[in-house]
């Protein structure tokens, strides 16, 4: 590392999320010396990048830094000798977005991008651009750190250990951080005066919390999520309270996105609504990045504008800024990261990526453990990530059978024919990004 | 064990499959010394039993045995000394099976009993039962094997192992029987001259299959499962064909039951128009029970009639024969049994019950080891062990919270109000049998 | 906890390293709001217990605080509502310590206290007084912390754990802490930018260093041993280089007691040879606890006299101060303690003790995943964890079989006739400490 | 297969025990089609491969069989198209063994071929050949099995499965054969009438026993080894008895070779003993061994002489023909055997080897479930399955760093210098036979 010289390289740097990104380096001016930011995008992004790209720079010249942003189109030339790849692009855009919303709703399923049969496509269109970035820093920036927070953030975390054998990553997600930012307060504390374990895998994770008197608190926060108190759902979860004797059971709090297989078919209901009515999320955000995009072309506005918030990836940025700094400062802090299990849950294989609490240090994330769940959730987490392996080793390989195999598991895809129909149209629909699947895809349109 | 005069016990001796039991002792005769059968039943099934007990009686005297035959509504007579306890009891009768099918049908679930709500019921109304029966086996006959094939015979003998403390123990079930007597012929071969191994949990498992000269033939077996050939599917079980892309991924055959988990769709519409023309499985087998019985009433027949292979259960009773007499001779038998892991299946853990091929001794059942599965099977297996850990803990414990994770993580149960209330519903529905859920029982009719 | 007025209670209080754990706590006056501290002791060390008493008086006196210090002989009334329990008490005093040094050697064996069969005895005196103590506590201070740092340590915290079924335990040794305070300056480094992961067991472990740019820099430690620094070996231990040829191959750095097993045959040779010059280790520790108290009967002095460093177990009192500070504060800071596995070294059962980095909360120990070993010291700490699960078990139930099993899987021990009359002999010579082998020692004086 | 005309092909065919494996075959010939039995040796020992293979043409004659006996020096004409190869080579000849015992016997250490220093140099020397043979099998006859017997049994399997990645492979030893043919008597059974289950490794498993009651009669058979029963320990070790009370407490039979660590102090001074008096066991054989090619020179002898008996190895062969005959015949006899552990011994990792009861089938070794040891026992397993990798691994790289590990590893060789300087000589004085160890053998003879 170029310690006193740093490369910040973004893939995707023309997200509307950008902005926080910025903010959280000059948040963290002290704490990391940086001399380059380099937003790169794709050619169908160019024209955001700029935007967004200008109002970076306006961010660090009112910042007062002296920081240089470049924009590009050449991803190469931004990993040459980069210090720190984070990821924040979106394979197909929010195009593909609509798609893994719109057509499992077309069958009456939920559509979502990082649960049910969207998640698996998100991660199929995203796994084998992934990889090749990952031969493109081999070769181009060998000693840097990739922070993924592209979704779903633990597949692709996933994958880049497994297949594209690279170490030097950490995958990031923003639903730990909104629990840690709103449940200490409801329950009269404040986030430095508790400890929080979490575990699992992304979006599919329970913590447990403990004060500093070593009584663990985690029930209590389970009782205010009773009485109306705000414990930090992300904006695109839709809000359905998880049944309370479940909680009282299982002792652990759920993480937002266990709605999808705790309340099932009330997720799907609202999804189904929302499908009914044309109002889908990725339409919702498309509105959101048009109100955003026009902010930011706004040549006096030079600070992140609230209404970015009320996007689903709120504190995703921040989060990586903070495991950026926590990595080049090896300052030791609590963060809730995708990494090497390593036996923080002896109820998965150590050699597979978890979401769990880790210290994050120069040299990586070191987990804490957690030890063994209960059986249900046991049961639960064990299905999920075979489901997380199946689904990379179908993106790798293209094997349609793997990818029948994932949709089958799926607890939010009922089995059957017409799941099987859905796989196909998927396929077809996102033949552009789905190289893998060349073959099996010419077979469908040829039938 | 009285070496050279076998005291044979049956709980549920009035069952119409008693016959099959009774000829397969016969076919036995030069293995099993029998002295005794004892057939106990309880008093709202006295009346089958004298049919049944009468038939048995004939059965014996036709094939010229001096084997005494005891009807009786007194267990702890019945089991004072005995070698072997067989058990096909049905908690609640037929009715009870009635309501595992029609009350989920209601809600628009899978009315079946061994999977889905029925399944779980099944084995809330039975745990109880089983356990009180080791209890008094613990008292009375301390020596002697319990073979259990009353249903869900895996949860059963779980809980017979886990709970019971029971560990001469062997769990039974006619699905690798079957698959074993149908599939052979379908690729030109015997079953004497194949290798099986099966592996999975009751009612879950997969199996490979290789011939005498050490090739497998797993996957010709596959393919005649695609040209109409009879690999053994249980009369019970709606056929639908699995997905031959999985199959050819999988590279193993599901058993049976697995239609449930991979045509979830086809089976619940299958269920769901029976159950709209009122024609569920347990009325099917009302309607078998009736036409035997009138059958066995019949004084002068002494043979196991014809019609009682249209039951599911077909079988059944043959195996447990088999397992005893393999028991008692030492025979190191082949059988595919519910017995303790041992490290059969790593992928599950080794102390608590596993179905897979054994080797049966005097000394109980040795597993084959089958090695790790590949991930989808890991996954799958994984969570359907662990509900079944959680359904066993909440029939003997009576925790709401854990009846609830149960009807949760169950595949065929879609998450919801929807769950809720159908649990709700037959919990009250079954008050007779689940004492140990008595206090929630009360506290959902007081509302 | 009574939180702003603790109770600290120490077994084993009359021991000479009481002035370490009292400047320790002075040190920490701003962390803990200590009212009482208890200083326990058996009649037997009633003289000590007042000489080092006072001393501590007169310590408390001179840092201007107004601390109650108690002397007592009554451990019920020290323990009853004490916030933190540490022991440092030692069965059968000096003696027995000259007896696990002295008969080993007459064998032409290891004599040693913590290793090899002084190491066994140690523990089998200790394990049934822990677990009195620990009887009481539950009785007394059900709520408090147990500091132990009584040796074995490792195994008597497993006991703790496993048999005497008390988690709010940690065990303590002062091996890593010298490894931390003297490695660092061998690179040129301070502790604070340096990342230590040790993972084993109690004297039986390694570590690895990582600096504040990520890089490993175990290898430049391990380079720096072989140039004369100092890395931090206790006093109690002599020092023999480990083959440099074997470091590289491992790429950890053992801990000082592993010379005992890489260096055996002169670990072996210089433990004899101090044998035969009657200078084992417990009589150098008795010469230097002579001239301690000769200088604590100073009722000038009022500070830890520097000749303390000179005894093996320096810094462990300082430790047990700063994991008691680290509960008590929710510190978060990281300490290599025995506590439960939970999947940190996922080569040992998650459910059994070992000695890890870890973070230490208000509410105990979180160790940091470690990972697997290699299969060299795989093997290794397989074995010796085994052993420590014997030797426990031994312990708590006085099975001669077991006892001598662990004598003859003890690396220390060549098993064989010998080992069995080393075994027989010091049974009877521990006879009063060893209630537990009553029958066996019985039937061995009545040969 | 050409499964009506078998090419059996044995490595290392000029052996002493060669008649007894044509022995077997003739007495298996109505189970095994054998049409050529080769015999491959190497250029020095064609004179004894000419004796003991014109010896084994007049045996296959007087059995009235029309096979053909081949004798080569070309082990890959040999090997076309075989269908089963056996291994009894002995890299080095007798005059390695002299090494592997007289070497750390001049060091007052245990000289024995398949223990101690003596094992790990002799898999040195093996692993490179045994690799060299699976390529040419890959090459030359890909579907074959390969029936290993030459030691160390369990390590040379291993290297076949981890390193060769040749599943196609069953490691055999006479001990397990040797301890169920002489068992049973001293119990008053015949060995059809028990049932037992072997686990560990090679040299160093147990077993217990069951009779056909399901009554364990481990301890009758332990009890009778107290009485002075033959219990099966082969030729070459010598008789010293385990402790009563430690087999009391493990309540299984240790194999023979668990002498060595179990009485390591006798066994090293027999050893010692026979060293000083220049008779080790390689002399014996070399007596042995001349004496029976003298008899085989004999052109009237056209049977396996008793003589043979007395050889360590005897049984070995008639165990490959078993082994043969069950593959080929799909017997699914009972045989111990080194095969992947697959779960069969849960304390051990399921990919690697152990030497464990298995059913042999068409397809190879399936392994009976055994379940996890008792804490002594898995100690010790777990650390001899560790050294056997590294020592694989030392022997595959040449990595002077793992021998040393190994060495060090071993229990019955004390760690230290003289441990490193034999090392050093054996490296040397095997250099002929090591080329993987070359440059560190170099860089020794420099100094
Ligand atoms: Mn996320
Ligand atoms: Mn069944
Ligand atoms: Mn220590
Ligand atoms: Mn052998």
């Not at 490369?7 to 380096?25: F, R």
């Not at 709090?253 to 799907?268: F, V």
Request: proline share 4%.
């Amino acid at each position: 590392m170029s310690r006193n010289a740093l490369k910040m390289v973004t893939i995707g740097g023309g997200s509307s999320y950008t902005p926080e990104l910025i903010e959280g380096y000059i948040k963290r001016q002290d704490q990391l010396p940086i001399k380059e930011i380099w937003l790169v995008d794709i050619p169908e992004g160019e024209k955001k990048l700029n935007i967004v790209g200008n109002m970076a720079k306006r961010m660090v010249k009112a910042a007062g830094l002296d920081w240089e942003v470049h924009l590009t189109l050449d991803r190469r030339e931004a990993l040459k000798d980069a210090d720190f790849v984070s990821t924040q692009f979106r394979v197909g855009l929010l195009e593909a977005r609509v798609k893994d919303e719109r057509i499992p709703g077309s069958y009456g399923l939920l559509g979502q991008e990082t649960n049910g049969a969207g998640g698996i496509f998100k991660a199929f269109r995203t796994v084998p651009v992934i990889l090749d970035i990952v031969k493109d820093m081999k070769d181009l920036c060998p000693n840097a750190w990739l922070i993924n927070f592209t979704n779903p953030s633990g597949m692709i975390t996933e994958a880049i250990q497994q297949y594209g054998k690279w170490d030097k990553v950490i995958g990031l997600c923003n639903v730990p951080v909104m629990a840690m930012m709103n449940e200490p307060a409801t329950i009269g504390k404040e986030l430095k005066d508790l400890t929080y374990k979490f575990a699992g895998i992304d979006h599919f994770h329970w913590h447990r919390v403990w004060d500093n008197s070593g009584k663990e608190v985690t029930m209590d926060i389970i009782n205010k999520m009773y009485d109306g108190s705000e414990t930090g759902l992300p904006k695109n979860i839709f809000d359905v309270k998880f049944f309370r004797e479940q909680l009282n059971q299982m002792k652990m709090i759920p993480c937002g996105y266990h709605r999808y297989y705790y309340r099932q078919t009330e997720m799907l209901n609202h999804s189904l609504e929302e499908f009914n009515q044309n109002k889908t999320r990725a339409q919702e955000v498309m509105r959101i990045e048009h109100e955003l995009f026009t902010l930011y072309q706004d040549s006096n506005l030079d600070h992140k504008p609230k209404q970015l918030a009320e996007r689903g990836g709120a504190h995703y940025s921040d989060a990586a800024c903070e495991a950026i700094a926590s990595i080049y400062g090896d300052k030791k802090t609590h963060m809730v990261v995708s990494t090497l299990n390593h036996g923080a849950l002896p109820d998965l294989p150590s050699d597979h990526t978890v979401e769990v609490s880790s210290i994050i240090t120069a040299s990586g994330a070191l987990p804490l453990t957690f030890g063994h769940f209960q059986p249900a959730e046991s049961g639960w987490i064990q299905l999920m990530k075979n489901m997380e392996l199946v689904i990379d080793q179908a993106a790798v390989t293209g094997d349609y059978g793997l990818a029948l195999q994932a949709f089958i598991m799926n607890p939010l895809i009922p089995s059957g024919q017409a799941a099987k129909d859905l796989l196909d149209e998927m396929l077809v629909a996102n033949k552009k990004y789905l190289p893998q699947f060349a073959d099996k895809i010419k077979e469908l349109e040829d039938q």
